[in-house]
């Protein structure tokens, strides 16, 4: 450091004399050019970066009108942090692995190289995806859920990418301004081609805005480019806050660690894009241009991206990569996805819209309509969907490894952007079962209001009347459209197709519409009884009728029209969802669903059951989990058919079918059944299962069991327990008859109960089911009973073995493994033994108390030449509860006899730590014992084996010596071999 500071000394001394040379010579030019240079230094002083280097001109915006948000779609951003700032760079800290949004988490952001984190959080090292990390299927709440297999976890991505969901996480909306449109009328994002940023550049975190208060990205003409990775897409850096570049755009170096201090680079983000849209004929749409071209999607980027079409995964772009893509072409139906890309590596991997979503062949009614469109191939390509059929992709993309951004988004999908749509669903019950439609079953109202309609004032501008539809959609009647200027609104009616497609037609208009907005309601219209329509908000529950509970909530929105592209008439009609006055809602669903639901004609009663947490009290934060799996058979006419079996209202289907339901501080069924338990003061919980609403007639068999988190039952899961509790196997069917009565209704029997063999010993009883989770602390880690073998004098022997008795005093229990009835357990220690030490197996303890055991070593198998250790050690446990519930065991060691078989002098002599050390000592021929007891009886046998014939002078001697050893002794602890480094001989001759 001191030789750099010196050259950058040299370096201004030189700069000095330099500026003094070019005074001079400035001083004999002319006033003119002097007032030239000095005008041009003013100038390009505003033009340095803070540290004195060239500064490029500033980015380039590009104007929001010539961006596009494609019609049926929603983008959401979400910024995640890792502490309590949202200003991290990228110096990446191991204390993140667990805080922020890392915290009690299977999936984690990091700079992709932390070694301790399993292999799905890191980076690959050449650049190949991680496949598999999330399910084939998106969960219930629409987000991805993390696969078992690959991560140990099932546990929802909600938390990423759900908008309402904000715990460490900013997340923003509705994101408008990042996509182009060209002339064929194809939209992209191109991060090698143009920088964008949706943060501010006066504020930290806040988005920039649009007109109306939405979140908007601020699109660059140039990119922000790392010299090794090239242009990058960093939506959560302001473009003031980025130095800028020679090239006309902004420069960062991500690629060297640790470079981004300064710069705050702000990685760890994520993306949701969806995208409602209609399969157009034979797969292709009619560009701008006038050609008919296959309509496509196309993305590159990384990390993680993972593609999906109603639900089902059909790109999976997981891990943290190099940049890797996924081409879908939907004329053809064809999926590829491309590992490595740009490198000789790159690797293609080919497979089928149809394959990876399951269509099935189509299938048509008597008047020759498809009854399956929207989960049926294409009649003329068995790999794509089916003409006219209605879908959804969502792509959800993350960055994850802080380092590398590259973001490339392409497509032409098609939304219904003509089109007045909507879909209806009818469910059973409260489940997400859904049931058959019949086409025309159900009616439905478009009305539109009179007026061009200016939102930011809340008015209309004029009288004009709206846009209509003029068209129909497999239906036999077309649309008809009535007016009453009088009343200000035009209404059309519609029925549904048998796949709930409600298309009202496409509206008819032309460039003279352009910019204009005008507002509509879409509502059931119950047809029969003289019902009224009316709004009721959810105020007040549906209208029922004939087993059926009506969704009556209007849905308003505003429909305007805009182009599709800028440089032709490509024009496309707006829809914004809006609440009754027409104001904008936030989370735009881009779709209007109306959803119905099929009252059933009998419920059986609430099943009863109560869960016991045996050994200790339940406490806050307890949550069991339980799986309902259900079947069921119908007979018609003799024959036998399967149907669904429906679930306890309280539980919720997983996507494999399977209920789940959980007790404790709030559940999969959204319940806290278990108030009473909570508070400390009992160890059970009586709970129900919702009563389940049949009607089918025909047998319904249950089988109802513990789960692991994962949903699957216990054992299955091959998790039996955990956090010390011991979960109860115990799985019961539970079996209902539903049969029809003479008056046409049903009647369901009360529940035939059975457990079945070989459970836990639960029983239901009175009719409940009851499960039993035994609580048993262990005694582990620093409390567990260890035992060392110490030889003094001698290495240790191939032979070497050494047996010790842990023996319970009145009654106290014994380690696992130990055999019923028995009141002691062994432990064996020989030259394998690592450090010559063991530990007991763990100790399960019934209850809070006070536990005693004594510790010695066995005498059997007696070395030759050893003297073996006699010391007796007193174990002393303490259970206690340590008061909410929860059973904590300590340990004290104490020596009570010394190696020689003599008791200690103190009452007992406390050992730190939970070993307890054996010495035995090696006696040479010449050696003669400490007197008393043990020592010297095997120190006599000793010496008659070897010198027989010397037997009384060796007593006499023995004797003396021992008188002499007794009174030397010192205050060591036995088996401290300090005072044996030199040999018993040599000491008892000094």
């Known amino acids: 450091m001191i030789g750099i500071e010196r050259y950058r000394q040299r370096k201004r001394s030189a700069a000095s004399m330099e500026r003094a040379a070019c005074s001079t010579l400035r001083a004999a030019v002319a006033a003119v050019a002097a007032w030239a240079i000095a005008i041009a230094v003013v100038c390009t002083a ?244 006038g050609i008919y071209r296959p309509m496509t999607f196309t993305f590159s980027g990384n990390d993680d991206v993972w593609v999906f079409f109603d639900g089902h995964l059909v790109g999976d772009l997981g891990g943290i990569h190099t940049a890797a893509g996924t081409t879908i072409d939907f004329s053809s139906g064809k999926v590829e996805v491309t590992a490595r890309i740009g490198t000789p590596n790159a690797q293609t991997v080919s497979s089928t819209i149809s394959s990876m979503v399951g269509l099935t062949a189509p299938e048509y009614d008597s008047n020759g309509l498809m009854t399956n469109r929207n989960n049926a191939w294409d009649a003329e390509q068995t790999d794509t969907f089916a003409a006219g059929s209605r879908h959804t992709l969502d792509l959800f993309y993350l960055n994850r490894g802080g380092r590398e951004s590259s973001l490339k988004l392409s497509s032409n999908i098609m939304s219904s952007s003509r089109q007045f749509v909507a879909h209806k669903t009818l469910k059973r019950g409260s489940s997400d079962t859904i049931q058959p439609l019949h086409a025309g079953e159900f009616t439905f109202r478009l009305t539109g209001w009179y007026g061009n309609w200016d939102a930011e004032s809340g008015t209309t501008i004029d009288a004009s009347a709206p846009l209509m ?138 099943l009863s059951a109560r869960l016991i947490l045996d050994n200790r009290k339940w406490r806050t934060g307890d949550r069991f989990l339980f799986s309902i799996n259900g079947s069921g058979t119908t007979t018609v006419d003799g024959q036998t058919y399967q149907v669904e079996a429906p679930l306890p209202s309280n539980a919720v289907r997983a996507a494999d079918g399977v209920g789940r339901f959980s007790i404790g501080t709030g559940g999969t069924g959204d319940i806290e059944p278990c108030t009473a338990a909570m508070n400390g003061t009992q160890n059970f919980c009586d709970f129900t299962f919702g009563s389940i609403a049949f009607s089918t007639p025909g047998t319904y068999t249950y089988t109802v069991a513990q789960a692991w988190e994962n949903g699957v039952s216990v054992p299955e899961s091959g998790v039996t327990s955990a956090n010390g509790i011991t979960y109860s196997d115990a799985a019961y069917t539970v079996t209902y008859q539903v049969s029809e009565t003479s008056a046409g209704t049903l009647e369901v029997s009360a529940p035939a109960i059975t457990v079945a063999p070989g459970a836990s010993g639960d029983a239901a009883a009175d009719d409940r089911l009851v499960w039993t989770n035994r609580y048993v602390p262990t005694l582990s880690g620093d409390t567990a009973i260890g035992v060392k073998s110490t030889i003094v004098g001698r290495p240790w022997q191939s032979s070497d073995t050494f047996t010790y008795t842990l023996t319970a005093l009145d009654g106290a229990p014994l380690p696992a493994g ?159 071999p300090d005072g044996l480094s030199e040999s018993l001989y040599e000491r008892d001759h000094h």
Not at 920 to 927: D, I, S, T
């Open 818 to 976: 130990t055999p019923a009835g028995a009141t002691s357990a062994t432990i064996t220690i020989d030259n394998a033994s690592r450090s010559h030490q063991a530990v007991f197996p763990d100790i399960a303890f019934p209850a809070a108390g006070e536990y005693h055991y004594t510790l010695t070593q066995n005498d059997a198998g007696m070395h030759t030449g050893l003297l073996h250790s006699a010391a007796v050690f007193h174990v002393t446990v303490t259970v206690a509860d340590d008061g909410d519930g929860t059973l904590q065991a300590t340990m004290k060691l104490s020596r009570t006899t010394d190696d020689e078989g003599d008791a200690i002098a103190q009452d007992e002599q406390e050992i730190s730590g939970t070993v307890a050390d054996f010495s035995n000592r090696f006696l040479r021929v010449a050696a003669l014992p400490a007197a008393g007891g043990r020592g010297q009886a095997q120190m006599a046998g000793a010496v008659m084996r070897v010198a027989a014939a010397l037997a009384g002078g060796a007593v006499m001697v023995c004797a003396v010596s021992a008188i002499r050893r007794r009174r030397s002794r010192t205050d060591r602890p036995p088996g401290d």
């Open 46 to 289: 505003g033009l340095l970066n803070a540290d004195g280097s060239a500064q490029a001109a500033a980015l380039t915006a590009i104007d929001p009108s010539n961006t596009i948000e494609p019609a049926g779609s929603q983008l959401d951003l979400f910024n995640y942090r890792f502490t309590s700032s949202f200003s991290t760079g990228f110096d990446y800290q191991t204390g993140y692995a667990n805080s922020g949004i890392n915290r009690n988490h299977a999936l984690k952001f990091s700079d992709g190289e932390q070694q301790t984190m399993q292999s799905f959080n890191r980076r690959t090292s050449d650049g190949a995806l991680t496949q598999g990390i999330v399910q084939s299927k998106l969960g219930s709440d629409g987000a991805p859920a993390l696969s078992s297999a690959v991560t140990g976890s099932s546990e929802s991505l909600g938390y990423l990418f759900n908008t309402d969901y904000s715990t460490n996480k900013y997340a923003y909306s509705s994101v408008g301004g990042l996509f182009q449109m060209d002339s064929t009328g194809r939209y992209s994002y191109d991060s090698s081609k143009n920088f964008a940023s949706l943060i501010a550049d006066d504020s930290t975190f806040d988005p920039n805005k649009d007109a109306d208060g939405g979140n908007q990205v601020s699109l660059y003409t140039a990119p922000c480019t790392d010299s090794v990775y090239g242009g990058q897409f960093l939506p959560f850096n302001a473009e003031s806050a980025l130095p800028s570049s020679s090239s006309g755009g902004c420069t960062v170096d991500i690629h060297t660690k640790g470079a981004n201090t300064k710069q705050k680079i702000r990685h760890w983000f994520g993306m949701h894009l969806n995208i409602d849209f209609t399969q157009p004929d034979h797969g292709t749409v009619l560009s701008a241009d």
């Open 469 to 606: 539809p003029t068209t129909g959609f497999e239906n036999a009647n077309p649309t008809t459209v009535t007016c009453d200027s009088a009343a200000g609104t035009c209404a059309a009616n519609q029925t549904n197709t048998i796949d709930g497609m409600v298309i009202f037609g496409d509206a008819q208009f032309d460039a003279a519409a352009v910019h204009r907005t005008y507002r509509y309601s879409i509502q059931e219209l119950p047809v029969f009884d003289g019902k009224t329509v009316e709004d009721d908000d959810s105020a007040t529950p549906g209208f029922q009728h004939d087993g059926i509970t009506y969704d009556l909530d209007t849905r308003y929105f505003t429909a305007s029209v805009d182009y599709r592209d800028y440089n032709s008439q490509d024009l496309t009609l707006r829809i914004v969802m809006c609440d009754k006055t027409w104001k904008p809602l936030e989370q735009q669903s881009g779709a209007i669903n109306i959803v119905n639901y099929s009252s059933p004609s009998v419920t059986s009663t609430p």
